[in-house]
């Protein structure tokens, strides 16, 4: 397997690492990515503007791919993490062969380049995640069933999910929190009869909560997120569970329409940008769900989505997270 490598891109979901004034780790490379019996070179002690010339020797040795711990921090609430500088850094090349004497030859050649080789002892991560995700009720009677085991007998409502690379295998406290408050909102608050029959979920991951709404009795719900993966994740859990989510990538802007209800689970930072969009796609008398807020957020959430046309009506804590139910105001 090869890696694409040149890119840095960080591509880490925000919940890992959302918390303010924490400082976090993100890498560039999953575990999963690592072609069985992987040599990794470390390289460390160089200077920022070395960084290309390292991947210039890599590559021409047949690198099959790198990737860098960058330490970030976050200092607000508007979840603009930066990139740490003044921080030592090493940078790993990954090799599906042992590397050469001279390729170890030329980096050892720089005198201040700290350079180590160690093998990866092959081990089949994604077979050693799946043993730890097991079936679970998420909320009233429905239960999530890796797309890989058989539901439990007694179990009558099921979702079954193969999350991939994507977020929302319905154990982040996050997911339990909205998925509670959209349970309550459309079993113990609203009249059967008043379920909305359309909604939406932004930012939809693996498609989790946009079949959670499915199963509780709205016909058309339409899926949205930034990263095609999820889209596509999304997309073929849909279809595991036989059912019927518009799944598509963007975000509340691609809305076409005001719905009467609509649930995010993303993070704090964002949701408040998106607050006018929100006030704009929400119906009034219509609901809008909020999850991935930091407790120490929450009166700061609280405050921006009621001076947007909202009024909280229902909250729900679990460990540092809170989740808020809105009602937009009748205009
Ligand atoms: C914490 S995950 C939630 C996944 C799932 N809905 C759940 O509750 O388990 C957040 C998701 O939001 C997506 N996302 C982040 N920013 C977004 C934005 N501005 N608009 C839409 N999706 C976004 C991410 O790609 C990610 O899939």
């Given at each position: 397997m090869s890696i694409d490598s040149h890119s840095k891109s960080v591509n880490v979901c925000?919940?890992?690492?959302?918390?303010?004034?924490?400082?976090?780790?993100?890498?560039?490379?999953?575990?999963?990515?690592?072609?069985?019996?992987?040599?990794v070179v470390s390289v460390a002690g160089f200077h920022d503007d070395e960084e290309e010339l390292i991947t210039t020797i890599a590559f021409e040795h047949q690198c099959a791919g790198m990737s860098e711990d960058l330490p970030f921090i976050q200092e607000s609430l508007?979840?603009?993490?930066?990139?740490?500088?003044?921080?030592?850094?090493?940078?790993?090349?990954?090799?599906?062969?042992?590397?050469?004497?001279?390729?170890l030859?030329?980096?050892?050649?720089?005198?201040h380049w700290c350079v180590e080789i160690n093998e990866v002892v092959p081990k089949d991560w994604l077979s050693e995640w799946k043993k730890g995700y097991n079936s679970f009720e998420l909320v009233?009677?429905?239960?999530?069933?890796?797309?890989?085991?058989?539901?439990?007998?007694?179990?009558?409502?099921?979702?079954?999910?193969?999350?991939?690379?994507?977020?929302?295998?319905?154990?982040?406290?996050?997911?339990?929190?909205?998925a509670s408050l959209i349970f309550d909102l459309l079993t113990k608050k609203?009249?059967?009869?008043?379920?909305?029959?359309?909604?939406?979920?932004?930012?939809?991951?693996?498609?989790?909560?946009?079949m959670l709404m499915k199963h509780?009795?709205?016909?058309?719900?339409?899926?949205?997120?930034?990263?095609?993966?999820?889209?596509?994740v999304c997309r073929e859990n849909a279809e595991i569970n036989n059912m019927q989510i518009d799944s598509q990538?963007?975000?509340?802007?691609?809305?076409?329409?005001?719905?009467?209800?609509?649930?995010?689970?993303?993070?704090?930072?964002?949701?408040?940008?998106?607050?006018?969009?929100?006030?704009?796609?929400v119906l009034p008398g219509g609901f809008l769900i909020l999850s991935g807020i930091l407790c120490e957020n929450r009166e700061d959430v609280k405050r921006v989505f009621e001076n947007s046309g909202f009024q909280l009506k229902n909250q729900l804590i679990k460990t540092e997270w809170v989740g808020m139910t809105f009602e937009k105001i009748l205009a």
């Open positions: 925000a919940m890992d690492s959302n918390s303010s004034n924490k400082n976090f780790l993100r890498n560039t490379i999953e575990p999963t990515q690592i072609a069985p019996k992987t040599y508007e979840w603009e993490a930066k990139l740490q500088s003044n921080q030592p850094r090493k940078i790993q090349l990954f090799y599906e062969h042992e590397p050469s004497a001279e390729l030859n030329e980096l050892r050649s720089r005198n009233g009677g429905i239960w999530i069933v890796p797309s890989w085991l058989t539901a439990p007998k007694e179990v009558q409502k099921v979702i079954k999910i193969d999350p991939g690379m994507a977020f929302g295998t319905g154990t982040h406290e996050t997911t339990q929190i909205v609203l009249n059967p009869r008043e379920i909305p029959s359309v909604s939406a979920d932004i930012g939809s991951g693996t498609g989790v909560l946009a509780l009795g709205v016909s058309k719900v339409l899926a949205l997120d930034i990263d095609p993966e999820c889209v596509r990538l963007g975000s509340i802007e691609q809305l076409n329409e005001s719905l009467p209800l609509v649930v995010a689970n993303i993070v704090d930072g964002i949701l408040i940008k998106m607050a006018p969009e929100f006030n704009k796609k």
